[in-house]
């Protein structure tokens, strides 16, 4: 007889079973949300064309970590004049302390985010680029601005000016800041608890501490 054939017998006898295919290995687990931004935030280059990028990551991540907090973002938002263009604006919810008093201490209905994706260390030419667009009379005076590195120390300079003579504050935040913020949310989220144990891993801390540092090294 056919060998095929005593094969096909076999098998619909039940002789010959074919085995089970390997199965695939499993999947990778998802990484947590907040290091996922972290890996996109690593991921993204430095640099003139990837700015958009830039902005769109810096964009997820405030919305991961403050929520509850900054509303209404506005992404490119133009002024009237066609002239000034900054890259994120919110409104402040009036729940959270630490936004509530840093809009009542500077007067500040708005609070905007400029993403600067350089290469290098910020200098004191983007601080007053920036300063320009703020105005305490108008109550846009706060902006945080997002860059991959720590300020050359003649941006801090700079911005001790705007605060000093202007009543303008700009905190420089680096992607070690943002980072910083992003496991303090996870840690918040994981952890839940009371409000102190929320409190205890508030992100907000993190920037009230940026802001003491840099209100306490003004000079006279």
Known sequence: MDPAEVER???TLGYIVDPEPASDPDPEPALPFGEALIER???????????KTYEGVCRDIIAYVFKQDLLDGRSQKRTTDSINVYDLIYRVAPHNAFWSTLTRD??????????KNYTHPLKAMQIFTTERYL????????CF???????????????????????KLLVVLSDDDLVSMIRAKDAQLALGGTTADRLQNDPTEILDQRIYDFIAGIPR
């Open 41 to 51: 935030l690593r991921g993204t280059p430095s640099g003139k064309a990837h700015a």
């Open 135 to 142: 105005s305490a009379n108008v109550l846009r005076p706060v």
């Open 106 to 115: 500077f007067r500040a209905r708005v609070v905007m985010f400029e993403c």
């Open 9 to 11: 017998q076999l098998r």
């Open 145 to 167: 601005i997002l860059t991959r590195k720590k300020p050359h120390p003649h941006a801090v300079e700079a911005a001790f000016g705007a605060m000093r003579d202007s009543q």
